[in-house]
């Protein structure tokens, strides 16, 4: 079956940088656009990044600049590196296979606190 499984959040001071990873297994990744979304508590989830197969990318204007998506489809894996970290980056961070509702990430905690 599909599985989508984040890693990499963490604890970060303001300024500081961070790389989340997403590695997906049970199709063929490289058809299927990907998309980073976040949710901070007591806010609706957000699309913070996407990719399509071509590495065609967007981005919310509240990271563009800070944040870049990239993939390896050799890897099946989709990372985000967020440098230049904000308080109001921290989130619970999931990865989204499709850019649809069906295949989502167990998400990852980033935390930007001094």
């Known amino acids: 079956q599909v599985q989508v499984v984040e890693s990499g959040g963490g604890l970060v001071h303001p300024g500081g940088s961070l790389r989340l990873s997403c590695a997906v297994s049970g199709t063929r990744f490289s058809i299927y656009a990907m998309g980073w979304y976040r949710q901070a508590p007591g806010k609706q989830r957000e699309l913070v990044a996407r990719i399509t197969p071509s590495s065609s990318t967007n981005y919310a204007d509240s990271v563009k600049g800070r944040f870049t998506i990239s993939r390896d489809n050799a890897k099946n894996t989709v990372y985000l590196q967020m440098n230049s970290l904000k308080p109001e980056d921290t989130a619970v961070y999931y990865c989204?296979?499709?850019?649809?509702?069906?295949?989502w990430g167990q998400g990852t905690q980033v935390t930007v606190s001094s």
């Open positions: 989204n296979l499709g850019l649809g509702n069906r295949y």
